[in-house]
């Protein structure tokens, strides 16, 4: 309900407007003093303040720039008599919404709160939407609690506060945007535009304009002109996702805009100044696109200025548990009138840390909410998940060798089998070391040496 606090010194003015008021549905407070008046601001939620001009020791114009000093947003409304229209305009001058002459009818307060009430709402929602967005991409809420998502925590809370350029490299599904978002929202850029484009949506023509804006009659259907993502960003950040899908002639646009920071509208002579900060994302390996040619070597190392790599989830297998939860968590809404979804079992999670997971994230957040559509009960269980999940288990149980980098050494290949191979053990042995290390013909000292080698927190994948 919202509420309006009534300020006259005159005693029984505020009650009458309480009345009619209330009958309106509003929730009403009352004050006889500009004095008065604050101290209930101080302690209560008010959505609006009616209040009189001419009142003695502080009058309307004194309350109303105290009020604007604590909350510049929150709408004043100046009830004045004739002989003080002047200081009703000079209070709209100050930052009053609106002043209404007495005396005045019931049905023309009303109008006049009414459309207070509803700019008020707006402003409101705004402020709650950033609020939840800003808590949505603080990265201490992205999860993760295995050392290679501590590690990307540690990056973002470096890099955030500068505005250095940030490459983001990772497999498609693990996440490269909500760290891309995260990175803005924890920046002093977060009241200002995040803005994202991914390169390999549009053709090449259309990704030009689209970056760059154009000009009216640039080309056919140009009918008028139209800034671009570079200039929405100003002041804010331009994500620019699946950055090596970028043709060749616009690579060399995009490095001229990051050496010289001015650029041109398609059609247009006139050149441009932004002030931005550039995240750039890929899942191919930029260093493997230039060796075949396809990627500028000098724009590579003008986006690489803080190299930001998200590890797959098969490499951050003590996450699955957390994740899942979060996803439970997060579609439990739609199962409304049915039994809540609370926990999996045992061979669902098996399965899990099974999986290669080659969607990553994405793809566990596909499964989850998949399963608890088809879950009859409390407990998400084998015969829940999809079809082709449990197929691809099958299928993806064994080492994936190509799994690795194309231009993988010995070395990393021999490391990537020994790391599965533990995993896999301690999975068959439910965690227990000592049966894990009998499985694999090693002791139980020499399974911690490669457990410490790889950074495996067993009891991460136990919790």
């Keep these: 309900m919202d509420t309006i606090l009534i300020v006259d010194d005159e005693k029984n003015y505020p009650l009458i407007l ?34 009189d001009m001419k009142m003695p020791k502080m009058d309307g114009i004194e309350l109303l720039q105290r009020i604007k000093a604590v909350n510049p947003e929150l709408p004043v409304i100046m009830m004045t008599a004739y002989g003080t229209v002047e200081k009703a305009v000079e209070a709209m001058q100050k930052g009053a919404y609106s002043y209404i002459l007495k005396p005045f009818d019931n049905e023309q307060l009303i109008l006049y709160v009414d459309k207070a009430m509803a700019m008020y709402r707006v402003v409101k929602e705004n402020r709650q939407l950033r609020s939840a967005v800003e808590t949505r991409y603080n990265f201490g809420n992205i999860i993760g609690k295995s050392k290679p998502m501590q590690d990307v925590f540690e990056t973002i809370r470096k890099v955030a506060p500068a505005s250095a350029t940030v490459l983001i490299e990772g497999a498609s599904g693990t996440g490269k945007e909500l760290v891309a978002k995260s990175i803005h929202f924890n920046s002093p850029r977060r009241n200002q535009p995040f803005v994202p484009v991914n390169c390999s949506a549009l053709a ?42 970028l043709s060749s002639s616009l690579q060399v646009k995009l490095l001229r805009v990051l050496q010289e920071k001015v650029f041109e509208r398609v059609g247009g002579m006139r050149p441009i100044s932004v002030n931005i900060r550039l995240i750039a994302a890929t899942n191919k390996s930029l260093k493997e696109e230039i060796r075949q040619g396809r990627f500028r070597e000098d724009l590579f ?95 993806n149980s064994s080492l ?46 020499g399974l911690n040496q490669k457990l410490k080698k790889f950074g495996i927190d067993v009891s991460g994948l136990q919790e």
């Design 204 to 245: 090449e023509s259309l990704l030009e304009s689209e970056l760059f804006g154009h000009e009216k009659g640039a080309f056919t259907g140009a009918i008028s002109m139209k800034k671009g993502r570079f200039e929405l960003a100003d002041q804010g950040t331009l994500f620019l996702d699946e950055i090596g899908e």
């Design 18 to 51: 309480s009345a009619v008021l209330q009958e309106e549905g509003f929730e009403t407070l009352t004050a006889n003093s500009g004095h008065e008046a604050l101290a209930v601001l101080e302690n209560s939620d008010v959505d609006l303040v009616l209040t």
């Design 400 to 445: 994936r060798l190509d799994d690795l980098t194309p231009r993988a050494t010995l070395y990393e290949t021999l490391a990537y089998v020994e790391k599965e191979m533990i995993l896999r053990a301690l999975r068959k042995a439910d965690y227990v070391q000592s049966h894990a290390a009998a499985m694999l013909g090693i002791g139980k000292s």
């Design 301 to 395: 190392y003008r986006l690489n200025v803080v190299p930001l790599i998200l590890p797959p989830l098969r490499e951050r297998l003590e996450d699955i548990r957390p994740l899942t939860a979060h996803f439970i968590q997060k579609y439990a809404e739609e199962r409304q009138g049915i039994t809540p979804v609370t926990r999996i079992e045992k061979e669902v999670e098996r399965l899990f840390f099974d999986y290669n997971w080659p969607g990553n994230v994405r793809e566990l957040e596909n499964v989850i909410e998949r399963a608890m559509v088809m879950c009859p009960g409390d407990t998400i269980r084998v015969d829940d998940l999809p079809k082709d999940f449990r197929q691809n288990v099958q299928k």
